[in-house]
């Protein structure tokens, strides 16, 4: 199914994410468990019985260097929720092993029927796989006092971030919650500072992930574009972002005009290249050109669609000392078979070379 079906796309990948979260506030908080460095996912893939390496899987693609750099492929596990909430995380992360990821990203630490599971038990099958838990989505803010979120269970959110020993923690909510405006804006973003930095002395990174709203203009100043607001008036030192690119792409789709119809163009990629170091983390999901759409694109397989990823990946990975600085987590909001969108989504991410 896809997600453009739905009355408003954005809202329901919210409130989808967020009852998935929701789950997340009975796990107790553990013990600190020693991290595992991800192994390479080629020479993992290599040993896998029977099958291919990622790079071989569909076809190198060039001659040059892999455009993906080593032990940075991870996977947003909610495009994996299906099969966490039936089968459990184990089987899940064997399965992540085999197609060459090196990280993962939760949404939520529970796993519907397979049974309960602690933050330890839940660290350790991922460092059995060789999988790095890189980061987790939590909730920004509810009316329910008590829920898991930034805005209610602040220290909740990051001793449990702490005890999966997560290098970052963030939030899919987008920065509405005192409205569009730019003063409204400003108001989110103190909030923000204030999770970054009680983020920041427990050796995290707090980070936010876009839709393609927030590229949209504020209701009081149709000048000025709500992103901007949210990058200048967060602290760079506390704040960082996880591009979603695809959504920043339907974000350049939908508002690359003001509303009085005046021309805005703006490249996402460019975001990235004035301010790298605030970008830890991106979202690696495809769409399929589509002018008929009101968001501009139909959601894919990664590799199946119209975004330039071997443009995009190799123009940050290009910077100087930038090689390594960035996590590149692959997501399909409402793949058709989860298994195959991850494992297809490996293969052509490995396979990509930089133009000699």
């Not at 923000?192 to 203009?217: D, I, L, P």
Request: charged share 20%; hydrophobic share 35%; glycine share 10%.
């Amino acid at each position: 199914m896809s997600r453009f079906s739905q009355p408003d796309p954005e809202l329901g990948h919210r409130l989808s994410r967020r009852g998935m979260l929701g789950v997340a506030a009975g796990t107790a908080a553990a013990a600190l468990l020693g991290a595992a460095a991800p192994a390479n996912a080629a020479t993992r893939n290599a040993a896998t019985n029977g099958s291919a390496t990622p790079a071989t899987a569909s076809g190198a693609k060039g001659r040059g260097r892999p455009v993906l750099p080593p032990g940075r492929l991870g996977i947003q596990l909610y495009s994996l929720r299906d099969k966490v909430s039936t089968l459990g995380f184990g089987p899940v992360f064997a399965e992540l092993e085999r197609y060459g990821y090196d990280e993962v990203e939760f949404a939520g630490y529970t796993q519907g029927s397979a049974g309960p599971i602690t933050l330890a038990q839940l660290k350790r099958l991922a460092r059995n796989h060789g999988l790095n838990p890189i980061g987790s989505h939590v909730g920004y803010y509810s009316d329910d006092p008590n829920a898991y979120t930034f805005a209610q269970n602040l220290t909740k959110v990051l001793d449990d971030a702490q005890a999966l020993g997560l290098k970052h923690i963030g939030t899919a909510s987008g920065p509405f919650r005192y409205g569009s405006t730019v003063d409204a804006w400003k108001r989110a973003a103190e909030d923000f500072n204030t999770y970054g930095a009680a983020a920041r002395a427990r050796g995290m990174k707090f980070y936010q992930h876009n839709h393609s709203e927030e590229f949209s203009f504020a209701t009081d100043n149709p000048k000025v574009r709500l992103y901007d607001v949210l990058l200048k008036e967060t602290d760079p030192d506390l704040v960082h972002l996880e591009m979603d690119i695809y959504w920043a792409y339907v974000g350049q789709f939908r508002f690359s005009k003001r509303p009085d119809g005046t021309p805005a163009p703006f490249e996402p990629l460019n975001y990235v290249l004035r301010q790298p170091d605030r970008y830890p983390l991106f979202h690696v999901k495809d769409g399929e050109s589509d002018p008929s759409n009101p968001y501009g694109y139909n959601m894919t397989d990664v590799g199946d669609g119209d975004i330039d990823y071997q443009r995009f990946i190799s123009a940050v990975t290009r910077l100087r000392g930038h090689r390594l600085a960035h996590h590149w987590q692959a997501e399909h909001d409402n793949p058709a078979e989860s298994f195959t969108f991850a494992r297809r989504s490996s293969a052509h991410l490995h396979s990509l070379r930089e133009k000699c």
